[in-house]
């Protein structure tokens, strides 16, 4: 899959962040089809795959700015397709009302254990719902900026006028607390 992918990245990569839209073009065509098929296996919709794959390259095209510190053009593309995918589901699960989700899973997969699933993926969340609820106001708005709004770390420093250590220790001790209070309840992560 990667052997279609570009020979020269750096140099398609710099190119991109020049604004050469051929060049996103050749990105985007390279890397359509693995991307699809990565999100419809997370989505299982296809209409939810085009608007999250639509998404990924707009964020790909906007952070172009970037791209000088990209290190691996397909782990950076993964990570901002796996990010906009979590945000998708996110605001999708947040729209769905009542048993909608679950009567999807079993419509999808035909059986009780999915069910089970999706029921223990929505307590699973409300759980986490109220971890972060538990959180400080610090903590909380930290782990907000990063999981809720996509941040990263560097902008959150900015942000909040902090250092990016601070960030990092402050996500790592968010995520900490939330696994406690889930392991607590009887979920392991």
């Not at 140099?11 to 890397?31: H, K, P, R, V």
């Not at 000088?68 to 769905?96: D, G, P």
């Not at 106001?137 to 902090?162: F, H, N, P, T």
């Amino acid at each position: 899959m990667h052997s279609r992918i570009l020979t020269d990245e750096k140099n398609l990569l710099q190119q991109i962040a020049q604004g050469d839209e051929a060049a996103f073009s050749t990105l985007f065509y390279a890397y359509l089809d693995i991307l699809q098929t990565f999100i419809m296996k997370l989505t299982r919709s296809t209409t939810d795959t085009e608007e999250v794959v639509q998404e990924t390259f707009m964020r790909l095209w906007m952070g172009r700015d970037k791209l000088a510190e990209v290190r691996s053009l397909h782990a950076w593309i993964y990570t901002i397709a796996a990010n906009e995918c979590y945000k998708f589901l996110k605001k999708r699960s947040s729209r769905e009302q009542g048993l909608a989700p679950i009567e999807r899973l079993v419509e999808a997969d035909g059986g009780d254990d999915a069910v089970v699933e999706g029921l223990d993926l929505k307590e699973v969340h409300q759980l986490i719902i109220e971890a972060v609820g538990r959180l400080p106001a610090q903590r909380r708005r930290v782990y907000q900026m990063s999981r809720d709004e996509g941040m990263k770390i560097g902008e959150i420093a900015e942000r909040l006028g902090i250092s990016p250590n601070t960030v990092k220790n402050t996500l790592v001790m968010s995520l900490g607390f939330i696994r406690k209070y889930l392991a607590e309840r009887g979920h392991e992560l």
